[in-house]
């Protein structure tokens, strides 16, 4: 039962968008795609038990899939046209390629991303459809109730049906419009199993960062000139690249200054280094002089770039992440890092994405730099806007253990493990807390 079981989530894991893309690709319709991709999912975790776990899961998913949706518009049964697409499955002919590239759950992103719904919605929607989060995950992840959640995902729903967004790739003059809000999803996807929510969920979802990696890969295939999406690229593999020194075997978060870099996975810093250069050698080349020319020629010479020719177009907010991911992952250790370098292009990063969050991840470089004191005084500004975020508490509660304000510290690491959604992340706070004199 327990090998079942474990077949039924790994199944989740990995099919769930195929069969909810390919259920969206025949039918048209995201809620005949979700419901019948959800009662396929019901009815494996009903007979796997006795007739055993098919040797293609999802293939079998899929079938059933499409025959609870042929069930379902049967049953409504109002409309001509509702019959004709039931009949759909006895068509012979392979379906029309719709777009660039034929990549069902591709389409399936560029649909629930299109630019007719709210930001939120669309990264709701992708989540759900795409990533196969549940609502109360979601909601976690947005910081919102459970039920507004619900209701912002029928509604996106609802818009794309009456609105008929199409289910495609868009053109190649429509890409450039189209692919920050998709980024902006991808990159929420990747965070999500890069730092999974959930008391049952695993702290480090593999397929969730590896879908995204792949998906980001199609993309940029769609836009390889498109210097962020180059740069959320590099960010995912260079992040990717530590999943393995990340989670202890006892189920731990290891810090970024704790981890065995023996074990970071070598090709894929390569691959994000070369991703780095290549955009920071097309910034240098038509960047003008300044912080902002200095900060990126520095990293591109923390990773062994030469600034060659390029487009000179100044980065956005993947390019710098990827640029800070690159010097902490060109450190051999954590005492090697240029902390100057990181902190020049978080103060370039404020200027593109002047957050919040932003500043608090600064405050970590300043820290290195100046102090945990000078890094406080910052941090504590933070604290209305990001008061219900744990990493703030977390990085608080660091900067008074380094302070020797043991009391204050443990009342941080307190709340940083209320709020923490990860397993991993809140034994880590837990450990750290513990230490605490």
């Not at 009662?39 to 293609?56: K, M, S, Y």
């Not at 034929?102 to 007719?116: K, Q």
């Not at 020319?293 to 907010?317: I, L, M, N, S, T």
């Not at 640029?323 to 990181?342: F, L, P």
Request: charged content about 25%.
């Amino acid at each position: 039962m327990i090998d079942v079981r474990e077949a039924v989530s790994r199944a989740h894991r990995e099919e769930w968008a195929r069969v909810v893309a390919a259920l969206t690709r025949r039918f048209g319709d995201l809620d005949i795609a979700e419901e019948a991709a959800a009662e396929a999912f019901a009815t494996a975790v009903e007979r796997w038990p006795g007739d055993g776990v098919p040797p293609n899961p999802g293939a079998w998913l899929t079938t059933t899939a499409n025959r609870k949706a042929i069930d379902r518009l049967r049953r409504e049964n109002k409309r001509q046209d509702k019959h004709e697409e039931a009949q759909m499955l006895s068509d012979d002919e392979p379906p029309e390629p719709l777009g660039a590239i034929d990549d069902d759950r591709l389409r399936l992103i560029f649909t629930c991303c299109h630019p007719a719904l709210a930001m939120e919605a669309r990264l709701a929607l992708t989540l759900r459809m795409v990533g196969g989060l549940t609502v109360p995950e979601i909601a976690r992840a947005f910081l919102v109730a459970e039920s507004a959640m619900g209701q912002r995902i029928t509604r996106a729903k609802a818009k794309i049906k009456a609105a008929r967004i199409p289910y495609r790739v868009p053109s190649p003059e429509d890409l450039p419009a189209r692919v920050s809000g998709v980024l902006t999803v991808l990159y929420l996807v990747f965070n999500e199993g890069y730092l999974a929510t959930g008391p049952d969920t695993d702290p480090v979802r593999h397929d969730l960062t590896e879908e995204a990696i792949r998906l980001t890969r199609l993309i940029r295939v769609l836009l390889p000139d498109d210097g962020e999406v180059a740069g959320l690229l590099a960010l995912m593999l260079l992040t990717e690249a530590r999943r393995a020194a990340r989670v202890s075997a006892g189920g731990e978060l290891v810090a970024l200054d704790e981890q065995d870099r023996g074990a970071w996975d070598a090709q894929l810093i390569a691959e994000g280094h070369g991703l780095v250069r290549e955009r920071l050698a097309a910034v240098a080349a038509g960047a003008a002089p300044g912080a902002a020319a200095a900060a990126v020629a520095g990293a591109a010479a923390g990773v062994g770039a030469d600034a060659g020719a390029g487009a000179g177009v100044a980065p956005g907010r993947y390019q710098i992440l990827a640029a800070i991911n690159a010097v902490h992952t060109s450190a051999r250790d954590i005492r090697d890092t240029d902390w100057s370098q990181v902190l020049a292009l978080y103060d370039q990063l404020a200027r593109v994405d002047p957050s919040p969050v932003t500043a608090l991840n600064r405050a970590i470089a300043v820290a290195e730099l100046d102090g945990p004191e000078v890094a406080l005084a910052i941090v504590d500004r933070l604290a209305e806007p990001l008061a219900g975020y744990h990493a703030y508490h977390a990085t608080r509660a660091d900067l008074l253990r380094r302070l020797g304000r043991s009391g204050e510290s443990r009342a941080a690491y307190d709340r940083a493990i209320e709020l923490a959604g990860n397993t991993a992340e809140t034994a880590y706070l837990a450990r750290r807390r513990g230490q605490l004199g």
